[in-house]
Each structure stands twice: as structure tokens, then as C-alpha cells.
């Protein structure tokens, strides 16, 4: 496999702490700034799902709370691995009732590696 395109994103739950959610967003903030025209354009590869992995680094405060199933769903074409290690943050926020538990913003911050076969 050959290393495409690197891609960066930070997604958040401002209510709930909800660090699925958090790397749910930063995974679509990343894919939503990025296109892999080139994959089909310059490199003639027209079948994404049997030529394309795309490595998933997720930094998280709590990095075994995430979902990666979840995380996996957002990503609809090509083989998907998803790594999840300490990172992210946490800050003040506002507490909600209706929006979920807790006080604090959760971040979370993706880093997505796109290879080629």
C-alpha cells in the first residue's frame, strides 16, 4: 500500500462528553475537506472499496470509550482500521439537562491516513 492523502480533523460533544460522538464529527469534519479525485483521475483506480484503506488515529481523553464500530460506520468505501490513543481535551462547557450529562466540551481529534493498493 502506497500513502494517498493525510487528513486532520477535530470534532466535539459540547454537552454529553460523549467521546464516540466527538470522533464521530472529526472523522466527517476530515472526509468533508477533502476529495480523492485523484485516486481515479491520476492513478486510473476506479474500484475505491477493493484498492483504498484508510487508517483512522483518534486522540481522546478517553480513548477506550470510543465506539469504533461507530466510528467505522462513517466511513462508507474501502477497508477501514481505526487507532485510538490519549489525546484530545477537555474544557468548561455548560450543563444542559436536555442536552445530556456533564459540564465539560470533549474534543476529540482525528488524523486520517488514506493508502492505495
Keep these: 500500500m502506497k500513502r494517498f492523502l493525510v487528513e486532520f480533523a477535530m470534532g466535539t460533544d459540547l454537552h454529553g462528553q460523549d467521546v464516540t460522538k466527538a470522533a464521530c464529527k472529526a472523522v466527517r469534519n476530515a472526509i468533508s475537506n477533502c476529495c480523492l479525485c485523484g485516486i481515479s483521475d491520476c492513478l486510473g483506480i476506479e474500484d475505491l472499496g477493493e484498492h483504498m484503506h484508510i487508517h483512522v488515529k483518534l486522540g481522546s481523553t478517553n480513548p477506550e470509550g470510543i465506539d ?32 445530556g450529562e456533564g459540564d465539560k466540551i470533549t474534543m476529540v481529534i482525528a488524523a486520517l491516513t488514506v493508502y492505495v493498493k
Design 68 to 99: 469504533v464500530e461507530k466510528v467505522k460506520a462513517e466511513l462508507p468505501i474501502g477497508t477501514v482500521d481505526v487507532e485510538c490513543v490519549p489525546g484530545g481535551m477537555q474544557c468548561e462547557g455548560l450543563h444542559v439537562d436536555k442536552f
